[in-house]
Each structure stands twice: as C-alpha cells, then as structure tokens.
C-alpha cells in the first residue's frame, strides 16, 4: 500500500465521521460514496507529502463553498495516526504532511514483500499472445529489430507482473518470394555467381553457402522447395563459432529475449488454414474477384474500407492472406488479447488485421499493435550504417560483442542496448552512440544506473565487514557473516529515520507498484527506466549531502579509530538506514529485472567518483 492510499484512508475515515455527524446533509453518506476524489502529490514539495481535493468533489453535492468544506476535513484529521497535519490550500484544496511512521510502515511493507513489491500474483490476469520481432529469417538480428526484440520483451515482463499470462510468440516468414529469393543468392554465391538484382549480398550469404557446400552439398543442387527450408533453419540456429552468422536465436537469446513459440507462415498454408479462412470469408461476402485477382472487401463498419489482395492474379497467395489465417489461428487458441510489436512504417498492417478479423465475426477489439520508431547508430556522433561483418547492416551482435569487450564482461551489451532502446518512448527515435555506451564513467547513463545498485549493495557488504547489527528480511540476498537479528526492525529503531531525503525516497518507493501497473497499462517500459534513474539521483544527492553535513550511514574510519566510539555511536539510528538502504536495493533490482538490464553488486568506482561508501 502506497502512502497515497494510507493517506486516502485516513481521509475517508475522516470524511464518513463528517457525514455521519450530519455535514454533509441527510444523504451525506451516499453522496460521498458516490462521489470521486484523489490524493496526489502537490506540484511543490514544501506544499506538503500529498494534496487532495476531496472538498472541491464534494462541494456540489453537498451545497456548501469548498473552503467550508476543506476547514471542516481539516478539523476532522487532528490526532490521526497517520495525518501529522492538514492545511488549506488555494480553493479548496486541502495539503497534508504525514507522521513519519508512516514512512516507516512503508517500509517495512516494501521489505517484507521483498521481490515481490510492486509485483501482482503470478497468472491472474489475461492470456496474452505477445508477438514480436518476426523478422525476415533472411540476415542476423539487425540493431532496428533489436529495438523490436527489446521494446516487445520489456512489454512481456510489465505484463507479467501485474498477473498476465504472456506466451512470446516469433512469426517466421518461411514462404513467400524473400525466402525464395534468399536461397537462389545462396545458391548463385556457392556457384561463383553475383546474386540477382533483387537478392541478398551481404557478408553472412557468403558464409551460409560455404557451410552448406562443406556440410549438405546436395542441398544446393535441390529445388528452391528444398533448399529454402533449410537456409532459413539455419540462419535461425546459425553457424556453430561463427561471428558473422550467430543465428537469429542465439543473437536473441543473448539479448536476453526468449520465445515460448516459434511459428511458421509455410504451416498455415501446409495445414490448410489458409485456404479454410479463405472459405469462410468467401461465404461471408468479403471476397471478390476483379483483374484475376482475389481482394479481401471491408464490411460495413470496419475500420478501413479499402480492398486488399489476398491472391495475385497469377494464383499466388499475397502476404495478408497468412496474415487473415494467422490472427484468426492465434484467437482459436484462446488467447483473451493478441498484441503484435511492429516498426511505425507497419501501420497499415493494424487496420487490414482488424478488418479481416471484424468480417470473420471475431473480436477484433482483442488485437492491439505496438508501434516503435527508428534507430540511429552513431560512434561519437558519427552515424554507422554498415557492419564489419555482415557488410550491408549493423548487427546487434556486432555492437553487443564490441561493448563487452571494452567492460571486460559478457552481458554488458545487451544491458547497453536495453537500456537506450528504453530510455526513450516508443513514438520518439533512438540515438545509440556505441562510444557512449562503453564508457566506464558516469556519463554513460547504464554505469550509472548500474553503479548505483553496487553502491547500495557496498553499504550493506560494508555493515557486514564492520559485524554491524542489523534485522534480516528473507529478501537480504548478498552474503555476509555479520551479526544479524531474525525478525524486523522495532518501532523505536524506525523512529531514528528522520531526514528528509530517506522520508521522500520511502516515498518513491511505495509509488513503485503504482508504477509498474501503469506502465503496463501504457505498454511503456520506458516510465521503468525514467523511476530507476530518478532513484539513482535521489540516493547520489542524498549521499552528497549527507558527507556535507557530516553526517553518515556507517562509522567512518575517523571514528572507528577513536577508543570507546562504540558508546557514542548510535546503532539504533545505522540499524534503520540499513535498513531503508536495503528496501531501496530491492526495489532497484526489481526495476531493472522488469526491463531486462542486470544489476551488479560489485563495479569499479569511476575515477572521478571520489565519494566513500562509508557516508
């Protein structure tokens, strides 16, 4: 429970007094159950913790002037246990500073839940079908797929943590004149020959004509019927050890993005569900044959009214004829919403889904597309627009590969790519600067972010070392021998928490559930990653202007060298930012596990950092 919902309690309690006592007239009691309000944060932190406007709501109804209204409320906090004071603002508004327990209850809350703060009860919610990426099986895992990849796995986790049942689903266009068109450059490079004009030519086609010679050499003398299949099965497993051709899974999975289905385009038509969507909406009235061609006709009432061919005047199937299918397949399997990730220059496609569904009499309403915007490569500002490796693209492989080398790590990468492509809101562009990304400094902001996390978990290793006394919470995930207390933190440890910025960063924390349901709502992981950073720079000014005061979380050397400092500390005040210290470690983790980018307990402090973690 957030402090916004402790305070609207309190002043629900309040306000039902209010209507009992006869102040809001005879039907006092129904015209406040009827009756909306909110409870929020002022626009200005010295207005107060939370402002309500609770006297505006009920001011119609009840037939007196919002102020009177707002003394009246203001009257009826005095005492409580959770409003410390209530004070008019403006019309009617009514500004209301909390006791500090309340902080603290908060808390505590948000360390007992521990992982699970913020999280709703797994598969309570809608069956979800997420599809995303489906990128042509024809070259590796470019970096404007990669946005796709992340943006829609980030969207799968939101989704899940507030009870969705998501199934990941990756479309493989395995028919169709690209694969054909794919495999015959295959074949052309494996005989010495230019591809065609309208074929592939890039570095990987190269590499996947030399395996297939040296491994299934009578693969390309087959038929293009043959030999398509098995060039796309192994762009999507790849070239064991190969740079250039890692295989559209393993580039994936590297990214951290894992599907639950791979599908495939050729099984609709090889199983016949084609041609039974096909009939269906012949009897229905929405074909039409014209020129040759067969054209999909919009029923009155659809959202586009546009005809669409679904087969080509020379028998061919058009794409949007395995799109009708699959849609139509994915709602007979139960799915309660179907969300599909595409590029902006894909919206056309939403509006033709929508349709074919719509005339076949299913839930069209069901179907929801994302849509996401263009991503720039640049290296210090310079745009990079093809690859050493694959020639003609700029492969997340490639970027990811280049970053780990320069942290030293694997994984770096795909932390680096997560966190850009999500720092920005799917309508905007993106501008990845892969020279900024492996910065090992703050003004890389994935260091940052991440730096913050280790900082927090140094605190809490440092209590350990110095066998400082602390509560435990089953959520304490770092190791340590230090003496530790089973149990939770007393009300008289709390008491200790007073400082304004641990107050204000409780607060932040109790939002975060809030947080979460909403950016699932909006499908925007980026709001994720906007709380996270706002973490890390509440906790670094926090920390900053603790060592101005000369103030700190732990015992200094300065005084940990003084004989008898033991009996001057005080423990009480340590054992409860340890433990605010360690609500915000979890909540921090939770947010960057939410949008996929890891956080590290241990990294090196940037050289210009010179803070100590004894603050």
């Given at each position: 429970m957030s402090l916004a919902d402790r305070a609207k309690d309190a002043l629900t309690s309040a306000l039902e007094a209010l209507a009992r006592a006869g102040e809001f007239g005879e039907n006092g009691m129904e015209l406040l159950n009827a009756t909306s309000w909110t409870v929020e944060r002022p626009k200005r932190a010295d207005h107060g913790d939370l402002a309500t406007n609770a006297a505006l709501a009920l001011s119609k109804g009840v037939g007196k002037p919002p102020r009177v209204l707002a003394e009246l409320l203001v009257r009826a906090l005095a005492g409580n246990d959770v409003v410390a004071s209530a004070e008019l603002a403006g019309p009617g508004f009514v500004n209301l500073r909390l006791h500090a327990r309340a902080f603290h209850a908060q808390l505590d809350e948000t360390l007992r839940a521990g992982k699970a703060w913020g999280r709703a009860p797994a598969a309570t919610?809608?069956?979800?079908?997420?599809?995303?990426?489906?990128?042509?099986?024809?070259?590796?895992?470019?970096?404007?797929?990669?946005?796709?990849?992340?943006?829609?796995?980030?969207?799968?986790?939101?989704?899940?943590?507030?009870?969705?049942?998501?199934?990941?689903?990756?479309?493989?266009?395995?028919?169709?004149?690209?694969?054909?068109?794919?495999?015959?450059?295959?074949?052309?490079?494996?005989?010495?020959?230019?591809?065609?004009?309208?074929?592939?030519?890039?570095?990987?086609v190269g590499e996947l004509a030399e395996w297939l010679a040296r491994t299934q050499p009578a693969l390309l003398g087959e038929g293009v019927e043959h030999l398509a299949p098995a060039c796309v099965a192994w762009m999507l497993r790849g070239i064991p050890s190969s740079a250039?051709?890692?295989?559209?899974?393993?580039?994936?999975?590297?990214?951290?993005?894992?599907?639950?289905?791979?599908?495939?385009?050729?099984?609709?038509?090889?199983?016949?569900?084609?041609?039974?969507?096909?009939?269906?909406?012949?009897?229905?009235?929405?074909?039409?044959?014209?020129?040759?061609?067969l054209f999909f006709k919009a029923p009155q009432g659809a959202v586009e009214d546009k005809d669409r061919v679904v087969q080509k005047s020379d028998g061919t199937w058009a794409y949007f004829a395995s799109d009708v299918a699959y849609a139509a397949d994915k709602i007979s399997r139960g799915y309660d919403r179907l969300v599909i990730v595409l590029g902006a220059d894909h919206h056309g496609y939403v509006a033709r889904v929508r349709n074919s569904l719509f005339a076949l009499g299913l839930p069209d309403e069901r179907f929801e597309a994302l849509l996401y915007q263009l991503v720039?490569?640049?290296?210090?500002?310079?745009?990079?627009?093809?690859?050493?490796?694959?020639?003609?693209?700029?492969?997340?492989?490639?970027?990811?590969?280049?970053?780990?080398?320069?942290?030293?790590?694997?994984?770096?990468?795909?932390?680096?790519?997560?966190?850009?492509?999500?720092?920005?809101?799917?309508?905007?562009?993106?501008?990845?600067?892969?020279?900024?990304?492996?910065?090992?400094?703050?003004?890389?902001?994935?260091?940052?972010?991440?730096?913050?996390?280790?900082?927090?978990?140094?605190?809490?290793?440092?209590?350990?070392?110095?066998?400082?006394?602390f509560y435990d919470w089953p959520s304490v995930g770092l190791g340590g021998t230090s003496a530790r207390r089973s149990g939770h933190l007393p009300a008289g440890d709390w008491a200790k928490l007073t400082h304004a910025d641990e107050l204000a960063m409780a607060q932040k924390l109790g939002d975060f559930p809030e947080i979460v349901a909403e950016a699932a709502r909006q499908r925007e992981p980026h709001r994720i990653v906007f709380y996270v950073q706002d973490l890390a720079r509440d906790f670094q000014s926090y920390f900053t202007r603790l060592k101005g005061e000369d103030d700190f979380i732990l015992p200094p050397e300065s005084v940990r060298s003084k004989p008898g400092w033991e009996e001057d500390w005080d423990f009480a005040k340590t054992r409860a930012r340890l433990a605010w210290v360690e609500a915000i470690r979890i909540v921090y983790a939770g947010a960057l596990e939410l949008v996929g980018i890891s956080a590290p307990e241990r990294m090196d402090r940037p050289a210009a950092e010179q803070d100590s973690d004894e603050a």
């Open positions: 919610g809608e069956r979800v079908n997420l599809e995303f990426v489906s990128a042509n099986p024809t070259g590796p895992i470019t970096v404007a797929s990669g946005r796709n990849a992340v943006f829609g796995d980030a969207v799968g986790r939101l989704l899940e943590a507030t009870g969705a049942r998501v199934t990941r689903e990756y479309y493989i266009n395995d028919r169709g004149n690209q694969v054909r068109a794919f495999a015959e450059s295959v074949r052309a490079v494996s005989e010495g020959r230019e591809p065609s004009e309208d074929g592939y030519k890039g570095a990987y250039t051709l890692p295989g559209i899974r393993p580039s994936l999975a590297a990214l951290r993005v894992n599907f639950d289905v791979w599908f495939s385009e050729e099984s609709l038509y090889r199983g016949g569900a084609v041609d039974a969507v096909m009939e269906e909406l012949q009897a229905r009235g929405c074909l039409e044959r014209k020129e040759g061609a720039f490569v640049t290296k210090a500002g310079v745009a990079v627009k093809s690859s050493k490796r694959a020639g003609n693209i700029v492969t997340v492989d490639e970027v990811m590969d280049e970053i780990d080398e320069a942290a030293g790590w694997k994984g770096a990468g795909a932390d680096a790519l997560r966190f850009f492509f999500l720092s920005r809101t799917a309508s905007s562009n993106v501008e990845f600067d892969i020279e900024l990304a492996k910065k090992r400094s703050i003004d890389n902001p994935v260091f940052y972010v991440q730096y913050g996390h280790a900082r927090l978990c140094s605190i809490l290793r440092r209590a350990r070392l110095l066998d400082i006394e």
